[in-house]
Nanobody, 120 residues
Framework: QVQFVESGGGLVQPGGSLGLSCVAS????????MAWYRQAPGKQRELVAT????????YADSVKGRFTISRDNAKTTRVYLHRNSLTPEDTAVYYC?????????????WGQGTKVTVSS
């Protein structure tokens, strides 16, 4: 059974930093490009960042230079998202999933996500 468990969200002030973590199970983790997505209130889910099996990364323009995606294939099945210089526009529920070309999610099942609120 495919499962994603995201964690690390919370309340952070504008300009602050926060790291997110996602544990994947039920998949051959090292074989998939992994991605972070987010869904802001009243908006559709959007792709934030991807990381290939060999560590090549890609980011949405809105987060480029501020967010860093990474993964641990060796010890755990985790993918991380470190975020700097947060703004209120980064407020959203963040999810991870495996991704295919163009960043479309591979699996229909999503985790519960982790909520991030950027506010003073």
């Amino acid at each position: 059974q495919v499962q994603f468990v995201e964690s690390g969200g919370g309340l952070v002030q504008p300009g602050g930093s926060l790291g997110l973590s996602c544990v994947a199970s039920g998949i051959t983790f090292s074989s998939y490009t992994m991605a972070w997505y987010r869904q802001a209130p009243g908006k559709q889910r959007e792709l934030v960042a991807t990381i290939t099996t060999v560590g090549n990364t890609n980011y949405a323009d809105s987060v480029k230079g501020r967010f860093t995606i990474s993964r641990d294939n060796a010890k755990t099945t985790r993918v991380y998202l470190h975020r700097n210089s947060l703004t209120p526009e980064d407020t959203a529920v963040y999810y991870c999933n495996a991704a295919i070309g163009g960043g479309a999610p591979v699996f229909l099942s999503w985790g519960q996500g982790t909520k991030v609120t950027v506010s003073s």
